[in-house]
């Protein structure tokens, strides 16, 4: 994957099975859900459509904040479904802006998974990188706010 705003180091971390023992310190998720049958495949496992919506949404959260207004999603960069996601698991989203230009906002978003029905191990699942553009009542580009 080369996109230039998806750190390598963070594919190389998801390729460790081992269970973490805790979500990151420190931080804050965007986003805390829990999937119902309802979100899943027909193998029982949650939809990836699923997961790339709560994702958008989460990633949304930070550059609403950014912008101080409205946002469109513009282009998902980068999306990478490291492990499954079960029914029932306790889903964490943590999303952090990494880049601005004019308009847009660049937001990495990564998805931690509570197995709540097997010892409550913690697995990174998904990492994704999404940008934004901040919009005007017209729908159109809007310029960052100075912060
Ligand atoms: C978002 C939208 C308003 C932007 O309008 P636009 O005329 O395409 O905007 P521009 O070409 O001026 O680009 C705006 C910004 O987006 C960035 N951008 C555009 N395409 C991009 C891409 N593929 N990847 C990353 N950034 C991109 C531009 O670099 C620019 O950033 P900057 O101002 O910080 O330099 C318009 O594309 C739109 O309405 N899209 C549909 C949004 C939507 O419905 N999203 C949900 C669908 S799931």
Request: proline letters at 8%; aromatic letters at 8%.
């Amino acid at each position: 994957m080369n996109s230039p705003y998806f750190p390598l180091s963070s594919i190389a971390d998801m390729s460790k099975t081992a269970p973490l023992s805790e979500l990151p310190p420190g931080k804050n998720p965007a986003l805390r859900v829990v999937p119902m049958p309802a979100d899943a495949n027909v193998h029982g496992d949650v939809f990836g459509g699923w997961i790339m919506a709560q994702v958008d949404i989460a990633g949304s959260i930070p550059a609403v904040e950014r912008a101080q207004g409205r946002v469109a999603t513009v282009a998902v960069n980068s999306f990478l479904f490291k492990h499954p996601v079960f029914v029932g698991d306790l889903v964490s989203f943590y999303a952090d802006v990494v880049k601005t230009g004019r308009t847009s906002i660049t937001v990495e978003v990564a998805v931690y998974a509570q197995r709540m029905r097997h010892s409550h191990e913690i697995v990174k699942v998904t990492e994704a990188t999404l940008t934004y553009v901040a919009t005007d009542e017209d729908r159109m580009p809007r310029v960052l706010p100075v912060v």
